[in-house]
């Protein structure tokens, strides 16, 4: 059994998309597919559906990606481990996020890090918010950076782990200025024609955010669901084609609100706020884990790790 079909598996998993999928992982879509079937062969049962669309995993592949994943972080642990019992091994501590803050925030105060302190080194391990909490909690990373947004709660042991708020973020209704102006896209709308919305999926952190959100306020905004996705940058990508309404991380569309090529729809009181959170165990392993936890809190001022 080869490793790289596990993380075929996985990154099919993700993508939900053959064609896709083998494009990450930077093979042919025919090689990808084979090794598919090797794995499957190796298992001994299907593990993919390959009759729907988006692709999904059978009932045996979704018992079997979380196996998958466990081991492929525990052999990566285990190799780092090994690496630190070499004097002449520089320790990389493990961060976990989600796509959209690892491709974004992390990225820019990791960057601010480095340049603070030239000795630090990471990795960053992105996955959706769920494996990311079970990174943490099973040791296989030091930090978890995620968003916080106080009605929903936390998957997490509170009383092993401590949280440190190190940044805002604003979810905000952002649309295509052309598609707007053509299609005279308006809050609140109304029942006869609603908004086309790019929405989270409802089991992602950001779906269940934005939805808890809409219920929540006493204005009624007329929505109609017409693509979902787990990613925002792939909602990015639609919106700034025209095809509908989404909400997203001001981060991430900040040049796009300047340029004008994308519009604020409503006013603020239709902006989420949430929190950068930073996630790690009340008691560090050794100094130098404390000083990096006070490093991405601070990465300019912190003292060195």
């Not at 609140?188 to 939805?211: H, K, N, R, T, W």
Request: include cysteine; proline fraction near 6%.
């Amino acid at each position: 059994m080869d490793l790289n079909w596990l993380q075929d598996m996985i990154c099919l998993e993700n993508e939900q998309s053959f064609t896709q999928a083998a494009q990450k992982r930077n093979i042919t879509q025919s090689a990808f597919s084979r090794r598919m079937k090797s794995l499957e062969e190796w298992v001994g049962t299907p593990l993919v559906d390959r009759s729907s669309y988006p692709v999904r995993l059978t009932s045996a592949g979704e018992q079997f990606s979380p196996l998958a994943r466990r081991l492929l972080f525990e052999l990566e642990e285990a190799r780092e481990r090994l690496r630190e019992t070499d004097e002449n091994y520089d320790r990389v501590f493990r961060i976990a996020a989600p796509h959209s803050i690892a491709s974004n925030f992390l990225a820019k105060r990791l960057t601010k890090l480095y340049l603070a302190h030239s000795k630090v080194k990471a990795r960053v391990i992105s996955d959706n918010v769920a494996v990311c909490f079970d990174l943490l909690s099973q040791g296989v990373c030091e930090f978890l950076v995620n968003y916080r947004y106080p009605p929903l709660p936390v998957n997490l042991d509170e009383t092993l782990f401590s949280t440190t708020s190190i940044g805002t973020e604003w979810l905000v209704p952002v649309a295509d200025r052309r598609a707007t102006d053509r299609a005279g896209w308006r809050f609140p709308s109304s029942p006869e024609a609603p908004l086309p919305m790019l929405a989270y999926d409802p089991a992602s952190f950001l779906g269940s955010v934005v939805a808890h959100f809409l219920r929540s306020r006493p204005e009624r905004l007329y929505l109609t669901v017409r693509h979902t996705d787990a990613f925002a940058e792939a909602i990015k990508s639609m919106c700034k084609e025209g095809a509908g309404i989404a909400w997203l991380p001001r981060s991430l569309v900040s040049e796009e609100l300047e340029s004008g090529s994308l519009v604020l729809m409503g006013g603020t009181e239709w902006a989420i706020e949430l929190t950068h959170t930073l996630f790690a165990r009340k008691n560090p392993e050794d100094a130098a884990e404390q000083a990096l936890r006070k490093a991405l809190c601070n990465p300019e001022s912190a003292s060195r790790p």
